[in-house]
């Protein structure tokens, strides 16, 4: 089925769509000597590498344009009768660039010819657009390309999207962030070979579906003011171009590996350095299709093949508790611990166990009798305990004759290994003069099967609680280019992405059968139950270790315990036209994106065990002070559940639709003038469940749970459902674009442009799903929910539940559990206003500087934060005739119902049933059922960003190539941070008072005014001359070819978020605290954080005195950040040596050795700063571990000592 829809989509897109491209433009004027321009001239460009040739014509003024370029090596010719034939060779097309080459031509016969030999101008005439280019070769040589989780992301693998960590106005965060120009970070788009790869299932975890670093021929980023041809995207586009084959075949073989040996070990350390074991390897191969004797493909077809692995081997080697042998036939004696307490003159033994059976509704009355002995008799052992039981492991390693910590893992599930692989394929058919063919395919998976970041224990399957994690995309492309003309060019691609992950239930070991252990009443969901409280925190008697599959390892909430597949088919057609001075191209896009997820978490069964279960029911209600009485795993023996969970499947699927138009125009007003128009379309549809299974809470919904508004409802047109749409979709996203290039002279360029720019509309990004979950409680304290050998008899069997009163249950006040409010605006696209001006500089014949003023303005963007549906409004509070400035109001609404401190409120319910111990101000909500409802999709964050951008180029001669940047920029924002979920670095949006809109424009989480960064390359060339002699030949050998490599980057910090206020207005206004207020006059550090002239741990450094919580009822008057109130400044400091050895002219091998953070500086962590009120303390050894502006350097260090890694790559 999803084929077909694949085809059909296809077909569609073949027929209307358009796409965006990573192809380049070769342009310019063809004259003769006296400067008179030469209309029809033949213009052709031929690929050095694979001698494919591209045709036009110039027009009536002369002007030519070779278009859809593939990135290359190109030669271009011009033959017309009269003249020399003119040859340009040595011209690097990069991607999505477009280069002036004007061409003069010389009177003579075409016999005769004319050479030069210059590469493309690094000057951008003829376009406004601000972008910047990196080959996957110098990628390659740089030191940014480190393995593991901490340098490369979740998936470990070299990412290629470190090229942002290379450009200016961008921050980069492996799998968390990449900002771009202060938009909210992760809202950038990727296209690979035309068409969007960004992984809207988690738009941070860039690696899940990226391509391999050695596949890459380019990767282009397109920052501001790009042409209308480029759009749905925040934070730049990213356009991947791979590698193609060539005429002769060529390769490389690599092993990046890094060792514990290669690293520096902390100074806090004070052990063995952490072990290290990783590798990343890989080969690539391309060339022509040739099957001697059948087929030669030289200059017609081409291939190019690439495989990439990471291997990390971790183990485990913590021990963990297991049953010892009594235990395990129910004899706890030695559970006893010897502690007692007399409790209404009897007397409790610790780790002594009550018989549940002999308690209320039994024959002892209200209070349980004793197991004999404290063991359980062999006929009351549960058999589905036994049966799990079975599956337990028993004691081994040094600890084994203990109670606790009586386990260590050895074999197969003591590795938490991580591996993950990247294959991938391009073709390359000339079909015709006219028609050109390529394709390409990727799989990119990461196979984890027991994670620690997941939950690895050490168990074995299947209650290990290891949640693991399978992810696997295809990616599949297909581009196709036909000259209909000289002058017109048809482009034709369509793409497919299919996505697997973050998948955590559905599992290739997964294979559990619920009746294995006779457990009834939860479907066969292949995974194996959660099982948790076996033993009793604090006491070391033993017990039993959690099993099951962790719901919440690595990501919050486990957003895929099901398992995401995501299926995205695209498709494009453009048309170009040159005519005259002008170059019109017009186009459209469709994405069609689709989205299943079936959720697992509760549906497998999660199981809650307590020592509560065989303590004595005569305590119900009394304490046991300093002792803990019954027995968890004595509890689970007898199969009594203390409380739990069940859940029926889910099965979710979501889809959008995104569609595009564009059309635009370059016109060369002269030839030094080039002007850029165009106009661009975006139509994109909300996230939305295809049969309306996805739920919102609705404020003018009656819920029958309590008599008044506020409730569940599911959009539609089904029986059950709202008869409605939860939003509507914008339909007016209309981007104009203006460009301007101005060669000022030979050597300096203006450039500047304008534009409206729409980002993507919502993305699935780690979305939650409501179940149908029955909470499976006992009728008391001390009463079991069910046995297990009597399985669960309230197993819910229908999916969704359409009830709009399902929230809260009855009796209870909580928020609704697994959705939202979906905003009624959710449709809207986020809009950005660009624009830059700025001078480009030829300074020598391989260098270039710029300098440009870059700025925007953004709106719309996701704001969850700027919503609080159910917090107590001002014009609420003056309906009660209340005011939060009044101490005696404040006291009212802090105060219970029941309470006669609620004054006039005591004891007025807002409705039949609500729980007289909530207070007043939850009373007092508009929906008091619930406490707060967040917002979905609100489409109502502001973003300024202003910045001076300088860069300067080196392109590669004489061994050596590089490139500097320096930005000067101020970013703020209004309630958007970021799109989709960050892991770590930055902040989340900072909101005030929600209700006063106007005073939460903040200086951004991410903001850093001043960032300078050297990316540099160097190879030792060979010298000596012609000298034949051995002993010069043999210092030549020696010195030559020596690789050097180095990326600097120098950041100011980022801000450091002013303290919280501790005057509890959230707890009686209920939408969020506020922060302390800035004292005038007083400093706000009392060390300089940069300084490196103080002990971190016996020093506070920053000023408590600086603030002072605002009056009560009031929020503060302080910004969320100030610009001179920021953490310490943390470089960057990469650095790779090496040597290539050249065993002939095509076959080299290059080893290196590259270090992160190359000086080992010592970063501390940032300062305790979220409570101003906070007071320091102090340990034996007079460290600060506690208190406002103390750094506790007991807990490690913020940035990893040196690191290093082993790079060999063979290139023929």
């Known amino acids: 089925m999803r084929l077909t829809t694949f085809l059909l989509c296809l077909s569609t897109c073949v027929s209307v769509l358009f796409a965006q491209s990573d192809r380049s433009q070769i342009t310019g004027t063809v004259s003769d000597p006296a400067g008179a321009v030469i209309a029809n001239a033949p213009v052709q460009a031929r690929n050095i590498n694979t001698g494919l040739e591209y045709q036009t014509l110039s027009t009536a003024t002369g002007n030519y344009t070779l278009n859809e370029l593939p990135v290359g090596r190109y030669e271009v010719t011009v033959a017309v009768p009269g003249f020399k034939k003119y040859v340009r060779q040595g011209l690097d097309v990069l991607a999505a660039q477009t280069y002036r080459i004007d061409i003069g031509l010389e009177v003579g016969a075409t016999s005769d010819s004319v050479t030069v030999t210059e590469n493309t101008p690094l000057l951008k005439t003829e376009s406004g657009e601000l972008g910047h280019s990196v080959t996957g070769q110098a990628l390659n040589s740089l030191p940014v390309l480190g393995i593991g989780s901490g340098f490369a992301g979740n998936s470990g693998i070299r990412s290629a999207l470190a090229v942002t960590q290379l450009i200016p106005g961008a921050n980069y965060v492996g799998d968390n962030v990449v900002r771009v120009n202060g938009t909210p970070a992760n809202t950038e788009t990727v296209r690979v070979e035309g068409q969007d790869s960004t992984n809207y299932t988690w738009l941070a975890a860039v690696s899940q579906n990226q391509p391999s670093v050695d596949s890459i021929q380019e990767f282009a980023v397109q920052t501001s003011n790009f042409a209308a041809e480029y759009g749905k995207a925040g934070g730049g586009v990213f356009l991947v171009t791979m590698k193609s084959g060539s005429n002769q075949f060529h390769g490389t073989a690599y092993d990046y590996n890094v060792n514990e040996i290669y690293n520096a070990n902390t100074a806090l350390q004070g052990t063995a350095r952490p072990r290290a074991r990783r590798n990343d390897y890989g080969f690539t191969t391309g060339g022509p299709i040739w099957i001697p004797k059948v087929y030669d493909g030289h200059n017609k077809s081409f291939f190019f093949f690439n495989f990439e692995q990471f291997r990390e081997k971790v183990g485990l080697s913590t021990p963990l508790t297991v049953p010892t042998a009594a235990y395990r036939t129910g004899n706890f004696a030695t559970a006893l611990t010897g502690k007692s307490v007399t409790v209404n003159g009897k007397s409790y033994a610790e780790g002594s166990i009550f018989d549940p059976l002999s308690g209320p509704g039994g024959a002892n009355g209200n209070s349980r009798l004793p197991f004999v002995g404290n063991v359980i008799p062999k006929d009351r052992l549960d058999p589905v305990a036994l049966a799990i039981q079975g599956l337990i492991p028993n004691p081994q390693g040094a600890n084994a004759s203990q109670l606790a910590q009586n386990f260590t893992p050895t074999g197969p599930s003591a590795q938490a290994d991580r591996l993950t692989d990247i294959t991938s394929l391009k073709g390359d058919q000339n079909l015709t003069d006219k028609m050109k063919l390529s394709g390409f395919w990727s799989l990119t998976r990461t196979q984890s099967g027991t994670s620690t970041a997941l939950g690895a224990d050490g168990l074995p399957d299947p209650i290990s609680q290891a949640r693991a994690n399978y992810d696997w995309v295809n990616t599949i492309r297909l581009n196709y280019d036909y000259n209909v003309t000289p002058t017109m060019l048809l482009h034709i691609g369509a793409g497919y992405v299919d996505q697997h992950g973050p998948t955590s239930y559905i599992l290739p070991r997964n294979s559990f059968d619920p009746s294995s252990i006779g457990l009834t009443g939860i479907p066969k969901t292949g995974v194996f139950p959660q099982l948790t409280g076996l033993t009793v925190a604090g006491l070391s008697n033993g017990g039993m270790a959690n099993m099951g599959q962790a719901t919440a390892g690595g990501s919050p909430g486990c957003p895929a315990c099901g398992g995401i597949h995501s299926w995205r088919p695209s498709g494009n057609v453009s048309m170009t036209w040159i005519r005259n001075n002008h170059t019109y191209k017009i186009g459209a896009e469709a994405i069609i994106g689709n989205y299943s997820y079936g959720q697992q978490s509760t549906t497998r069964g999660l199981f809650a065990f307590s020592n509560q279960s065989t303590s004595d029911s005569a305590l119900s209600g009394l304490t046991t002070p300093g002792i803990t009485v019954g027995f968890p795993y004595a509890s689970f023996l007898l199969g009594a559940v203390n409380n739990g969970t069940v859940g029926a499947p889910t099965d979710q699927h979501l889809g959008e639709k995104a569609y595009s138009l564009f059309i635009q125009d370059t016109w060369k007003i002269t030839r030094k003038f080039t002007l850029d128009y165009g106009l661009r379309w975006d139509y994109q549809t909300y996230l939305r469940e295809g049969a309306g299974r996805m739920p919102s809470f609705s404020p003018t919904t009656l819920n029958p749970t309590i008599g008044r508004l506020g409730g569940t409802i599911f959009d539609g047109s089904l029986p059950g459902h709202c008869q409605c749409d939860f939003a509507s979709n914008y339909p007016y996203a209309i981007g104009p674009r203006l460009g301007a290039a101005y060669q000022i002279s030979s050597k300096t360029v203006l450039r500047a442009g304008i534009g409206l720019v729409y980002a993507k509309t919502a993305a699935y990004d780690n979305l939650t799903v409501i179940g149908n979950d029955v909470a499976l409680n006992g009728p008391g304290q001390f009463i079991p929910a069910f046995y297990l050998k009597n399985g669960i008899t309230n197993e819910p069997t229908t999916w969704p539940n359409l009830n709009p009163g399902q929230f809260p249950a009855p009796g209870t006040v909580g928020a ?397």
Request: aromatic share 12%; proline share 6%; net charge positive.
């Open 816 to 1212: 609704p559990t697994g959705y939202a409010a979906i905003d009624p605006n959710a449709g809207r696209p986020a809009r950005q206003l660009q624009w830059s001006i700025g001078l480009q500089r030829e300074l020598q014949k391989n260098l270039v500087i710029e300098a440009t003023y870059v700025g925007n303005r953004g709106a719309w963007w996701l704001a969850p934060s700027m919503v609080a549906y159910n917090a107590l409004t001002p014009s609420l509070l003056a309906h009660y005739g209340l005011d939060p400035t009044n101490a005696a109001d404040e006291k009212i609404l802090g105060s219970p119902l029941s309470s006669v401190n609620a004054g006039r409120f005591q004891n007025a319910l807002p409705y039949a049933g609500f729980p007289a111990s909530q207070t007043v101000a939850q009373s007092l909500r508009p929906f008091p059922q619930f406490t707060a409802i967040g917002g979905m999709y609100a489409p109502l964050g502001d973003t300024w960003y202003n910045s001076l951008q300088v860069k300067a180029t080196k392109r590669l001669s004489h061994g050596f190539d590089g490139s500097y940047s320096f930005t000067w920029q101020k970013s703020e924002t209004i309630g958007a941070e970021a799109s989709g979920l960050i892991v770590s670095g930055g902040s989340p949006a900072q909101v005030n008072d929600v209700f006063n809109r106007s005073t939460n424009k903040y200086l951004s989480g991410f903001d850093q005014p001043l960032v300078s960064q050297i990316a540099l390359n160097y190879q030792v060339p060979k010298w000596g001359g012609d000298r034949k002699s051995l002993g010069f030949r043999t210092l030549s050998w020696l010195g030559r070819d020596w690789t050097l490599g180095t990326f600097l980057s120098y950041r100011s910090g980022t801000p450091i978020r002013v303290p919280g206020a501790n005057s509890n207005l959230n707890n009686y206004l209920l939408q969020g605290a506020s922060f302390a207020n800035r004292v005038p006059g007083q400093p706000l550090f009392l060390a300089d954080l940069n300084c490196h002239c103080f002990d971190p741990s016996k020093t506070l450094v920053l000023n408590k005195n600086a603030w002072q919580d605002p009056a009560a009822g009031q929020f503060g008057s302080s910004a969320a950040y100030y610009g001179d109130y920021r953490f310490q400044r943390r470089p960057a400091e990469n650095f790779n040596i090496g040597r290539t050895f050249r065993f002939t002219e095509r076959v080299s091998f290059n080893v290196r050795a590259e270090f992160n953070n190359m000086f080992n500086r010592l970063e501390m962590p940032n300062p305790s700063s979220t409570n101003a009120a906070t007071g320091a303390g102090v340990d034996s050894l007079g460290r600060y571990n506690a208190g406002f502006g103390s750094i506790l350097t007991t807990t490690g260090t913020f940035s990893l000592p040196r690191q290093g890694q082993l790079v060999g790559r063979i290139t023929f």
